[in-house]
């Protein structure tokens, strides 16, 4: 992840299938990382791997295609080719290269019988050389140049190597490209960065700024981003932060923030409660929300000067006692942050409802699996099935997310007359199924989901 070239799911499963392990293995999969010549990525590995026999067809094009196993990759390797086995010039197997790459139809013809006549008076059959053309081009018109892949695999390489001895660093110039414009891409970070075992912070009213920080060695993370929270309140609470000093606690932060121009509002401080920015001066998140309008009122009543608050003889300011909600906190957390940063639902559920099932995170699930995840349901849209025998039956699509990811779910008509109408967003749910693409992205067919919190 964050690798230019390779940050693609398709990448990802040509780089487990190649298993690189040399530059020119990295420059490969990133050319084969393409329409066309991704069908070769399997013979590409089992002739690298040596499962598949290296066929060149030709000794003459041995020298040109020993790097790639005897298969193209490259357009360069097409104009070699043209050269060596049809005796073309330079510019006659450029101009050969763009006919194929363009398809422009006349032009090909001509191409190819210039291609065979070639090859014939280089002492090579028809058979042979039609079919090394037709291998070309298969190939051509979705080419990729190799000066081009070249240097895209050294910037690849040079960003993996300092993503190797600089994480914290990587991550944290990463994590500012993303956050807030790409949450799915966001949260797979995040979930790689924790089986990196480096630390994610929440945002820290007293601490984080517009960008990701590193306090020693841990991510903090910046007030931006924060859904609802709007930039002119961070720039705000920055000035205010820089003009007057920290925060020393919950009312000091209400009451200094009324007095600006940009008066804080109920809603904006429901969302700094449940993003954490607050954890570190009052853990009590629940305790916080239901104090706002409190702290408001309060705010209006008292003196406020130079930093100083002024009680006028009054009852200082005191949160509601009521014991926090761990699931409420993770919810909201996700809602404020696009994220589960400080927590997690399974650490809240009982283990031995999971019956020892092994149970897949979302951010890992791949096409046609059988899985089991945990996760919270998070919205629940229920249909009318319109056609076959289950036409005028209820069936749904179920939201579901964990601190990875999320995913879309299907509940057919059968299974959902079960179980269906028990379920509620919020619920934490184990969920047995098979993954599928369908509509472009990646979903799970539900065969079993059974209620273990909420």
Request: aromatic share 8%.
């Amino acid at each position: 992840m964050g690798i230019f070239q390779l940050d693609t799911s398709a990448a990802l499963n040509a780089i487990n299938q190649i298993k690189p392990t040399s530059f020119n293995d990295v420059v490969a999969t990133i050319s084969l990382d393409r329409p066309g010549p991704m069908a070769q990525i399997p013979s590409y590995s089992r002739r690298k791997h040596g499962l598949e026999k290296v066929d060149f067809l030709d000794d003459s094009i041995k020298p040109i295609l020993i790097d790639t196993y005897g298969i193209i990759v490259y357009q360069e390797q097409v104009m070699q080719i043209a050269r060596v086995f049809s005796g073309f010039s330079l510019a006659g197997a450029d101009l050969f290269r763009r006919a194929i790459s363009k398809k422009h139809k006349d032009e090909m013809l001509k191409m190819k019988d210039k291609f065979i006549k070639g090859a014939i008076d280089n002492k090579h059959n028809v058979r042979l050389a039609t079919q090394i053309y037709n291998m070309i081009e298969k190939f051509a018109s979705y080419g990729f140049n190799k000066s081009h892949a070249v240097c895209y695999a050294l910037i690849a390489c040079q960003e993996a190597y300092l993503k190797t001895k600089f994480g914290p660093e990587f991550y944290m110039a990463i994590l500012d490209q993303e956050y807030g414009s790409n949450d799915a891409k966001f949260i797979k970070y995040l979930a790689e960065i924790k089986k990196s075992k480096i630390n994610i912070l929440l945002p820290n009213i007293n601490q984080s700024s517009t960008t990701f920080r590193l306090i020693n060695d841990k991510l903090l993370m910046p007030l931006t981003g924060i859904t609802g929270l709007p930039i002119k309140v961070v720039y705000n609470i920055l000035e205010e932060r820089k003009n007057n000093g920290t925060f020393k606690d919950f009312f000091n932060f209400v009451i200094r923030m009324v007095n600006t121009d940009e008066k804080i509002t109920e809603v904006q401080l429901s969302k700094l409660i449940d993003a954490g920015v607050f954890d570190t001066l009052y853990n009590n998140r629940k305790a916080l929300k239901l104090s706002i309008l409190d702290a408001l009122d309060k705010a209006k009543t008292v003196g406020y000067s130079a930093n100083k608050i002024d009680w006028y003889g009054l009852e200082p300011f005191k949160c509601y006692e009521v014991d926090d909600d761990p699931l409420e906190r993770i919810n909201n957390e996700y809602q404020a942050l696009g994220a589960m940063i400080s927590d997690s639902p399974l650490l809240h559920i009982n283990k031995d409802l999971l019956q020892n099932k092994i149970i897949t995170e979302i951010n890992d699930l791949l096409p046609q699996q059988e899985v089991n995840i945990v996760g919270i349901i998070r919205s629940i849209k229920v249909i009318q099935v319109k056609k076959g025998k289950d036409a005028g039956k209820p069936m749904a699509f179920l939201l579901v997310y964990d601190e990875t990811g999320e995913i879309d779910t299907t509940l057919f008509s059968s299974d959902y007359a079960i179980i269906g109408s028990h379920l509620k967003s919020g619920d934490i749910a184990l969920i047995q199924g098979k993954t599928q693409i369908r509509n472009e992205k990646l979903n799970l067919t539900i065969s079993n989901i059974n209620i273990i919190g909420g």
